[in-house]
């Protein structure tokens, strides 16, 4: 990349990466804050000096299972019309409502009293968080030149795992010091900060006093010029390559929510490991698992793009990468079977790292395979689906783990990504973008 270019592009993956960083932490709270013994016994309207029983524990597993798959429901509703309306009202004004709306949730989670309350704020925290990967795969579309794409996605995406970092650092010290309310209510003020950062910051490239007119070329320099298109969702799902992104979405977004929701138990509650985890031990192996899993996110969006500059096709560079990415998951299957917490700890982190690498690559379809103006349409399209994916697996984890324990959960795991890429291949043997002068022909 010629340094005559101008660097201003990268500062809103900056920004791109804090709100995707206050978005997971808000996320995240509640996977920690789940295996507070307090908490659980106010949330199943236990008394204080009671035991907490294991049919109890059972049963609170079962019920938080249903609050993550509200929870979901409510996001797959939020893509319903967060793409739509991103595209017709830009990204500074929709993802700021966005970021109003989970903010608020985060906040109201404070003064639940019962398991009923939780879900309602989270179905509210769900519709406002399915604003972040709309916006954020738009803006990126917007500031950035196709062969840029999978990196800057991996780097703000990488945002993810530095808020489970930062959640698993934070939340048990504050349950531990403060009780478990304070840490729904720290976090959530974090967004009405990010909320002020990004209204002031954030515009189109066109618009930006700070970039120069030789980047705003260089970000022009291999996009469509051509004028905004309206197009429906209807029109969209005409279109196989819409399908392709449904299809790797729906099949690998709910694992990715499985490990953001059940990790914190499977380490303190999986009778099968030599060590158990909780709220005085969570932090360094959650650190080492997303700085693993942050690497694999930056590394993956960077690897497609370095065999892309080597003159290898956008299919076939990013199918390469995303079987390497399938292959490094396969082995999880075995981390609910050993005893050893550390090497429990190595397979989830492999996994997870190879989850955002895939992660990474997903996010571009949607900008190589659709003009920029359709965009965080075909995105909420895609995360549509990956949040009925997790509603239904969401709705199964509670009681899987229950019964049978996480050996199940892992083997789903484990295989759902190369079939998910087989599927996708299947669908769209060839990545072809449709022209927004076919779009426009349509309408006609």
């Not at 830009?90 to 109201?108: C, H, K």
Request: with cysteine; hydrophobic share 50%; proline share 4%.
């Amino acid at each position: 990349m010629p340094t005559t270019t101008g660097r201003f592009r990268w500062r809103i993956v900056a920004l791109l990466f804090l709100a995707t960083t206050i978005n997971y932490i808000d996320r995240q709270v509640l996977s920690f804050t789940m295996t507070d013994d307090i908490f659980r016994k106010e949330m199943l309207d236990i008394a204080p000096n009671a035991p907490l029983t294991k049919e109890a524990i059972d049963r609170f597993k079962i019920l938080y299972g249903d609050v993550n798959a509200a929870f979901n429901f409510a996001y797959a509703i939020g893509f319903l019309f967060v793409g739509w309306l991103i595209d017709r009202i830009g990204t500074r004004r929709g993802f700021a409502l966005g970021i109003l709306v989970w903010s608020t949730a985060a906040v109201l989670s404070t003064f639940v009293q019962n398991m009923a309350g939780l879900r309602w704020v989270r179905i509210l925290l769900g519709l406002g968080e399915s604003a972040n990967f709309p916006s954020s795969v738009k803006t990126v579309a917007e500031w950035f030149p196709r062969r840029e794409r999978s990196f800057a996605n991996g780097l703000f995406n990488a945002g993810t795992n530095v808020g489970i970092i930062l959640t698993a650092l934070l939340v048990p010290v504050l349950i531990l010091q403060f009780g478990w309310r304070s840490s729904f209510f720290v976090t959530g003020l974090l967004g009405f900060g990010l909320l002020v950062v990004w209204w002031f910051t954030y515009s189109k490239p066109e618009r930006s006093r700070q970039l120069s007119a030789n980047e705003l070329a260089y970000i022009r320099s291999d996009t469509d010029s051509t004028p905004p298109v309206k197009v429906s969702w209807g029109r969209l799902l005409g279109y196989k390559q819409t399908w392709a992104f449904a299809i790797g979405k729906f099949m690998a977004d709910p694992i990715w929510w499985f490990y953001m929701s059940w990790l914190p138990d499977f380490f303190n509650s999986n009778d099968a490991l030599d060590q158990k985890l909780d709220l005085k031990s969570f932090g360094i192996p959650f650190l080492i698992i997303y700085v693993v899993s942050d690497a694999g996110s930056v590394f993956f969006g960077w690897f497609t793009t370095q065999l892309m500059n080597r003159g290898w096709s956008a299919n076939r560079a990013r199918k390469t990468t995303m079987l390497i990415c399938a292959l490094c998951i396969v082995p999880i299957f075995f981390a609910a079977q050993t005893s050893s917490l550390t090497v429990a700890i190595g397979l989830i982190a492999l996994a997870t790292a190879a989850h955002q690498g895939w992660s990474a690559n997903m996010y571009t379809f949607a900008s190589d395979l659709f003009p920029r103006t359709v965009v965080a349409s075909v995105t909420g399209i895609g995360g549509m689906f990956g949040a009925i994916g997790g509603i239904l697996l969401s709705l199964l984890a509670g009681r899987i783990i229950t019964a049978f324990g996480y050996e199940p959960m892992f083997i789903i795991a484990s295989c759902t990504y190369l079939v998910a890429l087989l599927l996708i291949h299947w669908v769209l043997p060839k990545m072809e973008p449709v022209k927004a002068e076919e779009l426009m022909h349509e309408l006609v």
